[in-house]
């Protein structure tokens, strides 16, 4: 049989960045959601390293990443991808996104990112450059509001962008943390293994 090298077939890889400090259930129906809608390949969950746009600082990659891989790693196609952590100095997607190019040049990247993020993406580093590796699919966090106004594609970009079709949940990283400090039900927002390795690992006591 003819041996294909991988990087000349047409792949569909999605990559999906964040902080996952800790991921939570609106991150795992995001990626489903995309696994599906999007028929891809393969979905790269990529937790960041040093995240230049949030105000405080992450727990540690290695809860991060532990804590992805026991969200993330049992579904089919989803790979979680530790390059960013390795990476020394901030974290930028382009970076990522050069790096999936260079190993497969005729894949198709999507990138998926909730509304927060897509509102921020013109000021990220080489933002044309990742609109032109990368379709950028935006799901709604349902979080519009008249301070938090509903994101609208940059008018010379708007073909990069799609909307990804996904359930609301006004689910945020940020509750969950106050919760667990405040000792309160964690419910179904985490898995019960990512639970576990908060409580095992004393993550969040305080806000
Ligand atoms: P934090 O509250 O600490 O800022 P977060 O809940 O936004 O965290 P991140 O890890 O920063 O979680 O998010 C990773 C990606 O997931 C981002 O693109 C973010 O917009 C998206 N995302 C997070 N929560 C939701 C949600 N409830 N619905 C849709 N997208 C979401």
Redesign the pocket.
């Known amino acids: 049989m003819e041996h294909t090298p991988a990087s000349t077939t047409h792949r569909r890889i999605g990559v999906?960045?964040?902080?996952?400090?800790p991921?939570?259930a609106?991150?795992i129906?995001?990626v489903r959601s995309a696994m599906t809608n999007l028929k891809l390949d393969e979905l790269h969950v990529v937790p960041t390293g040093h995240a230049w746009h949030?105000a405080?600082p992450l727990s540690p990659a290695q809860h991060r990443l532990a804590m992805a891989r026991l969200a993330f790693s049992d579904m089919p196609g989803v790979v979680v991808d530790a390059r960013e952590t390795q990476r020394t100095g901030p974290s930028y997607t382009i970076d990522t996104l050069r790096e999936l190019h260079l190993q497969w040049p005729r894949a198709e990247l999507f990138l998926?990112?909730?509304?927060?993020?897509?509102r921020t993406l013109t000021s990220w580093r080489s933002w044309q450059e990742v609109l032109r590796l990368a379709i950028i699919y935006v799901?709604?966090?349902?979080d519009w509001n008249r301070t938090m106004p509903r994101f609208i594609a940059p008018k010379l970009y708007e073909s990069r962008f799609r909307r990804l079709q996904?359930p609301?949940?006004?689910?945020?990283?940020?509750?969950?943390?106050a919760r667990i400090a405040s000792r309160q039900d964690l419910g179904d927002l985490v898995f019960e293994s990512v639970a576990r390795y908060i409580d095992h690992h004393h993550l969040y006591q305080t806000a």
Do not use: C, N
Not at 168 to 177: E, F, G, N, Q
């Open positions: 999906f960045g964040g902080a996952f400090d991921p939570h609106a991150h129906t995001l949030k405080r998926m990112m909730g509304e927060d993020q897509a799901a709604d966090r349902g996904m609301h949940m006004p689910v945020s990283a940020t509750d969950i943390r």
